[in-house]
T-cell receptor
Framework: AQTVTQSQPEMSVQEAETVTLSCTYD???????LFWYKQPPSRQMILVIR??????QNATENRFSVNFQKAAKSFSLKISDSQLGDAAMYFC????????????FGTGTSLTVIP | EAGVAQSPRYKIIEKRQSVAFWCNPI?????LYWYQQILGQGPKLLIQ????????DSQLPKDRFSAERLKGVDSTLKIQPAKLEDSAVYLC????????????FGPGTRLTVL
């Protein structure tokens, strides 16, 4: 099974500031996809951003961007201009067609936004 | 577009009792997933359906867990008998098909086994 590691159980950020959440993964595949999901207290997982491994350009979605380092197997999420609504659990996930398209999730990072 | 629906939202049972969870995926989504999310962990796939067929159930504890997706739409996940370690949130997700890059998740069912 693939391993996805999130080494920061908890993070906090001041409102309007920038925060980076870390994720590393272990794979021998060359083609795969990486995701960041947000899970607010309501428990509904929401896709934040996706990165295809074959793309060198880092994905960006409004205030969310990633730093994808394929050789280092690192996939961090940067949240700019943090808002109170960004407070949630954030999960990094890996998916590959060679592993049956199954999603492998990390253990999550709990983000607190301080007003 | 309606999202993935799950019921109940909460369930408390005693160990050795039975429990069932229901999921209604997004209309037109062929692939349905059941995940178990234990407190402090990420979701772990239990079973994946493509229409009404099972694609992957390798991590489903088949001695006590069962799932079905009759007619390829709604799905039911059952635990019989429940153990204390089954306490978790059970998430249902769906996607257009098994190759689709995005899964859409329901709100989950929080199960507490006493």
């Amino acid at each position: 099974a693939q391993t996805v590691t999130q080494s920061q159980p908890e993070m906090s950020v001041q409102e309007a500031e920038t925060v980076t959440l870390s994720c590393t993964y272990d794979t021998s595949e060359s083609d795969y996809y990486l995701f960041w999901y947000k899970q607010p207290p309501s428990r509904q997982m929401i896709l934040v951003i996706r990165q295809e491994a074959y793309k060198q350009q880092n994905a960006t979605e409004n205030r969310f961007s990633v730093n994808f380092q394929k050789a280092a197997k690192s996939f961090s999420l940067k949240i700019s201009d943090s808002q109170l609504g960004d407070a949630a659990m954030y999960f990094c996930a890996y998916r590959s067609e060679n592993t049956g398209n199954q999603f492998y999730f990390g253990t999550g990072t709990s983000l607190t936004v301080i007003p | 577009e309606a999202g993935v629906a799950q019921s109940p939202r909460y369930k408390i049972i005693e160990k050795r009792q039975s429990v069932a969870f229901w999921c209604n995926p997004i209309s037109g989504h062929a692939t349905l997933y059941w995940y178990q999310q234990i407190l402090g962990q990420g979701p772990k796939l239990l079973i994946q359906f493509q229409n009404n067929g099972v694609v992957d159930d390798s991590q489903l504890p088949k001695d006590r867990f069962s799932a079905e997706r009759l007619k390829g739409v709604d799905s039911t996940l059952k635990i019989q008998p429940a153990k204390l370690e089954d306490s978790a949130v059970y998430l249902c997700a769906s996607s257009l098909d098994y190759r689709a890059l995005e899964q859409f998740f329901g709100p989950g069912t929080r199960l507490t086994v006493l």
